[in-house]
């Protein structure tokens, strides 16, 4: 912003609106209730995105008083021009809202923060309020979806997973693509998803945004903001068991889930609820993992370098996953080698298995699970904790709530990986294993079983996958939010009257 003016960059303006003299009460386009002649609208108003402290965005306006009315009215009218040429602005949109999630306050907020927005920036906007759990999945089965720009998910994690399951499920099925072929190149939806938060974790918001704000969010959808965004596909024996885009859990955040699910009267409590049980418990899951470990792209779950907007690590990884055109004669894919360069294994006793495809950062963990992850460069982050005591599980979780690296600990494993296979082993106990303990006889018996219970389930995303044995493919940029990934944070400014740019 140069010191004698200030720029307003026309991307980022939400509306141009004319303003009654008297400051009248104005309709949804703006006029007041007494028709607005052009010969009467002196001044009008510029509303754009004005960016506050810590990745907030808030709705500015500016005011420009024009002598001739005549002049004015051209002024709104060819900025509106302008504004219509900004292809990437959405103009109808599918709005699901989940009433049920967080703090059961999604109508309230998309109805309070968001929808004067929507109309602010004449965004025609078709809203459902679901009905029951995948409600949202089975009506983007039917829908139709020619005419929008794009879909909006006012909810948290679980809601957007089920948005994003319907949609691509849909996206296969029109394509001809078997979903439930683990080789197959997926086509890439063409509709853009934008999040409302307004869940009990929101880590997809928070790690494309920056900040889990129901009104940032609105902007950014409002100005056609957007981010490409991996997603996994996570199979079992030729069978697509759900897509996944940020966080997959077995074990611990597995077990937390499954617990807490049965607590959702809680809100968002039900998980410091059931995590603190779960710590307690520590069980202990033996399994295999194999994995296939990202060709070296110059990044690695240690970076210090983080994906922020215009992140090269991930442009450079869009540029070399271009979508091939589907080939229904496919040749099945080549059997997975094991050794330098190909498939490698670990098999152990876990307390968890974490797969992070983005940071999931959030308000518990603002860093993220997995900090140095990208958003969009076709890899997801594999840590595998090690049973340990559990002060040192314990001080390994503490570390989420700082900036401290979370996998400097002789018990974690972390790769970038591709793909990933998980085969469960599961413990039969034997007579002569069982622990004799004086003081709690058989209960040891009973502790042994319970500590090493044959399986967890798998968090994904916030839903639950009961089957332990799973099959997970990073299709790198698969689908695009209405986002443009962590800004560098920037002093919040003001745009007082000034010109405008392009
Ligand atoms: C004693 C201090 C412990 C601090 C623990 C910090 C660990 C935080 C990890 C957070 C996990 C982030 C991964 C995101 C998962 C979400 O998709 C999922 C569902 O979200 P939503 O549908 O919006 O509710 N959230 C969870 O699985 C919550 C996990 C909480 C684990 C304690
Ligand atoms: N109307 C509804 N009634 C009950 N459950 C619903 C409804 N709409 C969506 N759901 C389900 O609610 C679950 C949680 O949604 P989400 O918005 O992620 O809330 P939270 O972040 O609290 O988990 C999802 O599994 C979703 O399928
Ligand atoms: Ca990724």
Redesign the pocket.
């Known amino acids: 912003m140069s010191s004698d003016s200030n720029v307003l960059d026309l991307s980022e303006v939400i509306a141009v609106t004319p303003v009654e003299k008297h400051g009248g009460q104005r309709n949804k386009d703006g006029f007041s209730d007494i028709e607005l002649t052009p010969i009467s609208c002196s001044r009008f108003a510029v509303h754009y995105v004005e960016k506050k402290r810590g990745r907030v965005w808030r709705p500015g306006r500016v005011t420009f008083k024009c002598q001739d009315p005549t002049v004015c009215r051209e002024w709104i009218d060819r900025l509106q021009e302008r504004l219509n040429q900004e292809y990437l602005r959405p103009r109808r949109l599918l709005v699901f809202v989940n009433p049920f999630g967080g703090k059961k306050r999604g109508v309230q907020i998309y109805q309070q923060k968001v929808a004067p927005l929507f109309d602010l920036a004449r965004i025609k906007a078709d809203v459902i309020v679901t009905e029951r759990a995948g409600h949202a999945q089975d009506l983007l089965q039917e829908l139709e979806l020619n005419k929008l720009d794009g879909i909006v998910c006012v909810g948290g994690d679980g809601m957007f997973s089920e948005i994003l399951n319907g949609l691509i499920v849909r996206t296969q099925q029109e394509a001809g693509v078997d979903k439930d072929w683990l080789a197959a190149e997926l086509v890439r939806p063409h509709l853009r998803i934008g999040i409302i938060p307004a869940g009990s974790t929101d880590a997809v918001s928070y790690a494309t945004v920056g900040v889990n704000d129901p009104v940032t969010s609105a902007l950014h959808i409002i100005i056609g903001d957007c981010q490409p965004?991996?997603v996994s596909s996570v199979h079992y024996r030729s069978q697509l068991l759900r897509y996944n885009v940020s966080f997959l859990g077995y074990g611990f955040y597995g077990d937390v889930v499954r617990d807490s699910d049965l607590r959702r009267w809680m809100g968002p409590t039900r998980y410091d609820y059931s995590g603190f049980k779960k710590f307690c418990r520590r069980k202990i899951y033996e399994g295999e993992v194999a994995f296939l470990p990202c060709a070296d792209q110059g990044s690695s779950p240690y970076d210090q370098i983080r994906?922020t907007e215009g992140c090269l690590v991930?442009k450079q990884?869009g540029e070399k996953n271009k979508p091939t055109p589907f080939n229904p004669s496919e040749e099945p894919r080549a059997v997975e080698t094991f050794g330098p360069g190909g498939w490698q294994r670990v098999r152990g006793r876990f307390i968890a298995i974490n797969a992070?495809?983005?940071s999931c950062a959030c308000k518990k963990t603002p860093k993220g699970v997995s900090p140095a992850?990208?958003?969009?460069?076709?890899?997801?982050?594999l840590i595998l904790i090690h049973a340990t005591p559990r002060y040192r599980f314990l001080g390994h979780l503490l570390k989420h709530l700082t900036d401290s690296d979370r996998f400097n600990h002789s018990f974690i494993e972390v790769y970038r990986v591709r793909e990933f296979k998980f085969r469960p082993v599961i413990i039969e106990e034997t007579e002569d294993e069982q622990v004799e303990d004086e003081e709690a006889g058989v209960l040891s018996r009973r502790n042994r079983r319970r500590n090493t219970r044959r399986n967890s389930v798998w968090n994904c995303d916030g839903e639950i996958i009961d089957q332990p044995a799973v099959d997970v493919k990073?299709h790198?940029q698969l689908i695009k939010l209405f986002a443009r990934g962590i800004e560098e944070t920037k002093q919040s400014s003001c745009w007082p009257v000034g010109c405008f740019c392009a």
């Open positions: 965004l991996d994906c991930c990884a992070a495809t983005n992850a990208h958003l969009a460069d076709g890899c997801t982050d990073v790198c």
